[in-house]
């Protein structure tokens, strides 16, 4: 197994983990729903769980979607590419926005984890939820995730674009 499999498998089990919280989202948010309307009761804490869920479902599982090339492309060049053009276009963009971003936000968001950990950061409205710093640590962590991933996706993009080209497959 190599290191691209290796990353591939560890955002398929964080990616299928989110869909369990996603799961469990809607389950909550509903149960939240009803007992608004039905019983005019509502939680503080409850509210706050779901936004947390949702936070941590959209870090985490971002290097799942990366694998799967499920993000969202608006480019009409892109799609018109073979395979070569879509690796060199990734090699790219994987060299000159993704890694660095992925660097950027994990360097600068560890200062405001730490902080968080170092004053065991809770909500600050009544009822909330403690141990904020818990999903402020998912920040660095989630960019880790699509950091590796974009690796990945680095290694295989100029594997693609460097290969030998084949006569047979002159279009691609």
């Given at each position: 197994m190599n290191?691209?499999?290796?990353?591939d498998r560890?955002?398929?089990?964080?990616g299928k983990g989110g869909s369990w919280l996603t799961l469990f989202l809607i389950l909550l948010v509903s149960g939240d729903v009803l007992s608004r309307y039905l019983f005019q009761k509502t939680s503080v804490a409850v509210q706050e769980l779901e936004w947390h869920i949702f936070a941590l479902v959209f870090l985490l599982a971002a290097g799942y979607t990366l694998k799967n090339n499920a993000h969202v492309r608006v480019d009409f060049f892109y799609q018109r590419l073979g395979k070569r053009g879509k690796a060199f276009i990734d090699l790219v963009g994987c060299i000159?926005?993704?890694?660095?971003?992925?660097?950027?936000?994990?360097?600068?968001?560890?200062?405001?984890?730490e902080s968080s950990w170092?004053?065991?950061?809770?909500?600050?409205?009544?009822?909330?939820?403690?141990?904020?710093?818990?999903?402020?640590?998912?920040?660095?962590?989630?960019?880790?995730?699509?950091?590796l991933q974009g690796l990945a996706l680095l290694a295989r993009s100029a594997l693609t674009f460097f290969a030998p080209e084949d006569p047979a497959r002159k279009n691609d």
């Open positions: 290191a691209c499999e290796i990353i560890i955002n398929e089990f964080v000159l926005f993704l890694i660095p971003g992925c660097i950027l936000v994990m360097k600068s968001s560890l200062p405001f984890v170092a004053f065991q950061e809770g909500s600050p409205d009544p009822g909330g939820l403690p141990a904020r710093y818990i999903l402020k640590a998912a920040i660095p962590v989630g960019f880790f995730l699509v950091f």
